[in-house]
């Protein structure tokens, strides 16, 4: 059977997580698991990386699913969904009690899953307040917190210091029933009770964390089986081969800054690698539906981009010029993919977006037209049209006519109140749109300027007018 890790550290759990995430994603796919989750302690500092390396493999199994197609022959891309998470830490009262006096340091250890984008939001927003108003020792939230971003929101037990194991631990087992019952009640089916098994025979590791897992997850599969609760399994992931449990007891001894030969030190059991589905069934075989809603949990998670496209304002263009609507009846679907070639269209937004954009050019040129008379008189040279149109067409299909002008706007009602503009510099200067929008002063045909270097379709990014 399939597993997914749903609780994994990477590098970005500070000198705590020795997983180098692109080694990471290589391994997972290597051992056949269809997603994994990222999981640091009390930060996100690593998705930006882990989705889009997870993208970038992807993208390269599509392409050779694509080859395989076209020569007739049958490959099954070894696709990998990420899935967003942080292991976060909930204070056991509020997150603005900071009493000195009291063991309330870190807090209680609590995995937090991004099942879709409004989970996505709501997690930035958890880890954000975390370090804004709960932090005291360590980036905090509390149930207060957590409760009101719920929505879009996969929660887990953690491991040993999460809060009901705990409870658990501290023989209070009527508190841990409570416990169960409340976050049941907040995150209804997206809840679930985690099991870890952390069995050693190395004498140089932590024997004492097995033994309490045991007492912990005996009591939770109990309580699976009283409140209908689901049960997962997780490995705590903390470093990616067998081989490395050596090099991460040297990343603890850094984090709490003693020496490896010292016997009364904080270590770890040496088991938290990335486990192959066969090792991880090996151990949880006889518990199959705490590693079936492994893969549960992963086809719950949606597929959503994070990567926003700057949002512009939309430039109010004169009644008398016309309207988006005028425009709809005017263009179909066809004829601005043809205008804008597919690739284009498709990067822009679609139809609605692309009619928008269409509406906004025609309008520049228009403005462009009533420059170039000022500039460069009634009768221009066959040079300067061909290159004025050019520009329009490169603006035009990259989606930037709203930005032309939203800055000529501005500049130029600048330079109606008194205020100094200076002639233009940098690339912006290469622009002949720019010259006849009165938003530079240099005459780019006159000094032999490219306009390439303001504005190329091989390169895009928005254009930067100084």
Not at 389 to 416: C, S
């Amino acid at each position: 059977m399939s597993f997914v890790h749903l609780h994994v550290h990477s590098q970005y759990s500070i000198l705590d997580g020795a997983s180098n995430i692109k080694k990471l994603i290589k391994r997972t796919v290597e051992l056949g698991m269809p997603a994994i989750a990222i999981t640091d302690h009390g930060n996100m500092f690593g998705i930006k990386e882990f989705l889009n390396e997870t993208k970038k493999h992807n993208a390269a199994e599509k392409k050779k699913e694509k080859e395989a197609q076209e020569k007739g022959e049958l490959y099954n891309g070894k696709y990998l969904k990420p899935i967003v998470g942080c292991e976060m830490y909930l204070a056991r009262r509020s997150r603005f009690d900071k009493d000195k006096n009291t063991d309330d340091r870190s807090g209680n250890h609590l995995i937090v899953l991004a099942k879709n984008i409004a989970g996505y939001h709501n997690l930035l927003k958890l880890v954000s307040l975390s370090y804004i108003e709960g932090f005291y020792g360590k980036p905090r939230i509390d149930k207060e917190l957590l409760f009101k971003h719920k929505e879009g929101l996969i929660v887990s037990t953690a491991c040993i210091a999460g809060e009901i194991p705990t409870a658990i631990r501290k023989n209070d087992l009527e508190l841990a029933h409570k416990l169960v019952l409340e976050y049941k009640e907040a995150f209804k089916d997206d809840f679930y009770l985690e099991l870890q098994y952390h069995k050693t025979s190395d004498p140089l590791a932590d024997q004492e964390v097995y033994k309490e897992q045991e007492k912990v997850n005996k009591v939770l599969i109990e309580l699976s089986k009283q409140t209908g609760v689901p049960l997962i399994c997780t490995n705590d992931v903390h470093f990616i081969n067998q081989e490395d449990a050596e090099a991460h007891d040297r990343l603890i001894c850094i984090n709490t800054n003693v020496s490896v030969s010292e016997m009364n030190r904080l270590r770890y059991t040496k088991q938290e690698w990335l486990k192959s589905p066969e090792e991880m069934n090996a151990i949880f075989g006889h518990i199959p539906e705490a590693i079936q809603n492994t893969l549960a949990i992963a086809d719950k998670v949606e597929e959503y981009e994070i990567n926003q496209a700057p949002i512009m304002p939309v430039f109010p263009i004169p009644k008398e010029f016309g309207n988006e609507e005028d425009y709809a009846s005017k263009y179909s679907e066809e004829e601005l993919v043809n205008e804008f070639g597919n690739d284009n269209f498709d990067r822009l937004g679609g139809y609605k977006k692309v009619l928008r954009i269409k509406f906004e050019s025609d309008y520049l040129q228009y403005l462009v037209n009533k420059g170039k008379i000022i500039r460069y008189g009634q009768h221009t040279s066959p040079e300067i049209e061909e290159r004025i149109q050019f520009e329009l067409n490169t603006i035009k299909r990259m989606g930037y006519p709203g930005y032309f002008l939203i800055v000529q706007d501005f500049i130029n009602q600048a330079r109606k109140m008194g205020v100094w503009v200076g002639p233009g510099r940098g690339s912006a200067a290469g622009s002949v749109v720019s010259y006849c929008l009165n938003i530079t002063d240099l005459d780019p045909i006159k000094y032999k300027l490219l306009f390439e270097r303001f504005l190329n379709p091989e390169r895009i990014s928005m254009p930067d007018i100084d």
